[in-house]
């Protein structure tokens, strides 16, 4: 007898389905409203809000919008955006995920201040670093915090480009693997001089970690496995990869 059976860990983060909600509640006024970037990395979801009147922008059309309303989505979005906003009398509709938004305010709190630790104050040699995908719309958001000072590295083996000799503060995007962050703590912790200081901020979202296991645990007890994820979503090829290497009939669908 054919079973079939849902993950329960399926569907959106809390914070994409909160900015999802938030352009439904402007777009049930009949308010007119622009969404800066895909609002999810899902089509269909995309195709289903336009429909309903979502406009879909990037960065340059942005600049030549005035006086209207434009939803910033859950991957946040740099200062520049917001003074953009404030020069074009654009009201924002701020949809920013509350764990990224905390990750900004802390690592703006790093660069203009040095760290919490009222012994280490503003340091010019330190080098604040995110562990991250180049041109993610989340790292955009997190260097803009740092005047694009921050450093990225997008892998483990990324890390040897690092001054060990100068402090070294590092923080990760929300969505890494976080058996990919303690490799580079460790790794950093092996090879930093003992004249410098080494602090990490465990960043990533639990929520977005945790289904990495529970995906392999869920892969491995079904003979077949249908991942539905859109094509652009980074996190989607990742969960899937990891159900393919469990599963090997298992088929990414959108």
């Known amino acids: 007898m054919l079973q079939i059976e849902i993950d329960n860990g399926s569907g959106f983060c809390f914070g994409v389905t909160t900015a999802i909600k938030k352009a439904e509640e402007e777009l049930a006024k009949g308010t007119k409203l622009y969404c800066l ?26 600049r030549e919008l005035h006086n209207v309303k434009v ?10 955006t917001y003074e953009l906003a404030r020069r074009n009398n654009i009201e924002i509709i701020d949809a920013t995920c509350p764990v990224v938004l905390q990750l900004q305010k802390r690592i703006k709190k790093q660069y203009e201040e040095g760290t919490d630790i009222p012994e280490y104050k503003e340091d010019a040699d330190r080098q604040i670093v995110i562990f991250g995908k180049n041109g993610h719309a989340e790292v955009l958001g997190l260097v803009g915090q740092t005047h694009s000072r921050a450093i990225v590295i997008e892998k483990f083996e990324d890390v040897q480009q690092l ?13 890494k693997s976080l058996n990919e962050f303690h490799r580079i703590i460790e790794y950093i912790q092996e090879h930093i001089s ?7 901020f465990d960043t990533i979202c639990r929520q977005v970690a945790n289904r990495m296991p529970n995906i392999s645990l869920f892969a491995a007890k079904h003979d077949l496995v249908l991942f539905v994820a ?25």
Not at 71 to 80: I, Q, T, Y
Not at 163 to 175: A, G, K, V
């Open 71 to 80: 939803l910033l989505r859950a991957h946040g979005e740099p200062p520049e």
């Open 194 to 200: 003992e004249n410098a200081k080494f602090r990490s």
């Open 163 to 175: 001054d060990f000799n100068r402090d070294i503060y590092l923080y990760s995007q929300t969505t």
């Open 37 to 62: 970037g895909d609002i999810v990395h899902n089509s269909m979801e995309v195709e289903r809000l336009t429909k309903k009147g979502l406009i879909t922008i990037n960065h340059e059309q942005m």
């Open 230 to 254: 859109g094509r652009k979503s980074s996190n989607g090829k990742v969960l899937f990869h990891e159900c393919l290497s469990v599963n090997s009939n298992s088929h990414q669908v959108e």
